[in-house]
Each structure stands twice: as structure tokens, then as C-alpha cells.
């Protein structure tokens, strides 16, 4: 059945960079579109991005945009999501998910374990 | 961009109750609603998509209906396993997907 696993969290300082990974596998990786979805301590769910099949269509929650951008290596089955200029409230777990069809519309299924990135000097 | 608003924010029920949570969206998303159930310590799990069509696997006493701004996910007898968050989230056109603020069902 359909896997994924989320790694590359850690603690990092305002403003640097971290790069999460997301690998999947029990699936046809490259004929489904890929979102981030996060969760800051406590708190609900909130969507951060999403990649379509081929990474032709990229989008970004407003709270991100201009500082993540999210890609995907189809020979490796692999999901990326580069964080840079990080700031506090960046701090939460990262989920990695997998949409139903090959474009971002659709419902999140399965869903990664989840990495921690907490923003901290 | 279109805004979700669950109710209740939080419940407390007994073993055997009939459990309701509402989700309203900002505009009409046609059947464009999914539910996800969230343990503690755990990744949410999908439930219901397209409004009312449950997951492999989900228990027949969860079910999902609505359509356009109004959603409803009702629990005919909740069980002890049931405890956990429950979210609603939109996937209507173009992203952002945005989720509702989530309801926190307890055992009374």
C-alpha cells in the first residue's frame, strides 16, 4: 500500500534554510500530485503546498510564498520541500500527502508520520 | 480565498451518543469537502471525501453529508476509539485547500 516518510526536520536558527524530504513507495509516484500540509504545537492544519505530477503546476499558501518552493524528483520518488528564510512560526510538523489523480485537486491519502522543524536561537 | 468554519470547537459525549460536527464554507463549494480524523501524536487520516463517500475501511457509523456551503459529519454511536480531532477541509478549484479549525471530541 501506499507509504510515505518524511525526513530532514531539525532545529534551526531565524533565517537559515532546511530541506525536507519526503519518500514514497507502494505507489506510481510520478502520476499523482504531492502537497505539505503543517502543524504548528497545538494548533489545526494548515496547507502549505502542492506540486502536480509532472511539477509543471506549483502553488503555495500565502504564508510561504516566496520563501518555500516544493519539488519532486520522479526517479527517486522522492518529494522535497525547500524552507528558507525561516521564521519562527515556520516552527511545527511537516506532513508530506498524496492527492487522488495527477493534478492538486482532490483529498489528502495517506498522510507521512510527520518531521518536526522548529525555528529557535 | 475560501474560509472554513467548523462547529463545535470542542464536544463531550457519552458512549452510544450521535455526534454532529457542522463545517461551513465562505462560498459554495459544490461537493468539494473531505473529513480527516486526527489522534493524538498521529498523522490525520482521511475519513470522507466528496462530501459523503467514506475512505476504505472507515466504520459504516461515520457518515458525511452537504452540499454547497453546508456540511455535516455525524458519529450514529460513538465509541471509545472515536476520540480524536476531526477537521473538514475544501478542495474546490484552485488552491489554497484551506482546513477548518478542527473539533476535539472527548468521552464524557
Known amino acids: 500500500q501506499a507509504q510515505l516518510v518524511e525526513s530532514g526536520g531539525g532545529v534551526v536558527q531565524p533565517g537559515k534554510s532546511l530541506r525536507l524530504s519526503c519518500a514514497a513507495s507502494?505507489?506510481?509516484?510520478?502520476?499523482?500530485?504531492m502537497h505539505w500540509v503543517r502543524q504548528a504545537p497545538g494548533k489545526g492544519l494548515e496547507w502549505v503546498a502542492a506540486?502536480?505530477?509532472?511539477?509543471?503546476?506549483?502553488y503555495y499558501a500565502d504564508s510561504v510564498k516566496g520563501r518555500f518552493t516544493i519539488s519532486r524528483d520522479n526517479s527517486k520518488n522522492t518529494l522535497y520541500l525547500q524552507m528558507n528564510s525561516l521564521r519562527t512560526e515556520d516552527t511545527a510538523v511537516y506532513y508530506c500527502?498524496?492527492?487522488?489523480?495527477?493534478?492538486?485537486?482532490?483529498?489528502?491519502?495517506?498522510w507521512g508520520q510527520g518531521v518536526l522543524v522548529t525555528v529557535s536561537s | 480565498d475560501i474560509q472554513m468554519t467548523q462547529s463545535p470547537s470542542s464536544l463531550s459525549a457519552s458512549v452510544g451518543d450521535r455526534v454532529t460536527i457542522t463545517c461551513q464554507a465562505s462560498q459554495d463549494i459544490r461537493k468539494s469537502l473531505n473529513w480527516y480524523q486526527q489522534k493524538p501524536g498521529k498523522a490525520p487520516k482521511l475519513l470522507i471525501y466528496?462530501?459523503?463517500n467514506l475512505d476504505t475501511g472507515v466504520p459504516s457509523r461515520i457518515s458525511g453529508s452537504g452540499y454547497g456551503t453546508d456540511f455535516t459529519l455525524t458519529i450514529s454511536s460513538l465509541q471509545p476509539e472515536d476520540i480524536a480531532t476531526y477537521y473538514c477541509q475544501h478542495y474546490d478549484n484552485l488552491p489554497p485547500f484551506t482546513f477548518g479549525g478542527g473539533t476535539k471530541v472527548e468521552i464524557k
Open positions: 500527502a498524496k492527492g487522488p489523480q495527477w493534478l492538486v485537486v482532490g483529498w489528502f491519502d495517506p
Open positions: 466528496d462530501a459523503s
Open positions: 507502494g505507489f506510481t509516484f510520478k502520476s499523482y500530485g
Open positions: 506540486i502536480s505530477y509532472d511539477g509543471g503546476n506549483k
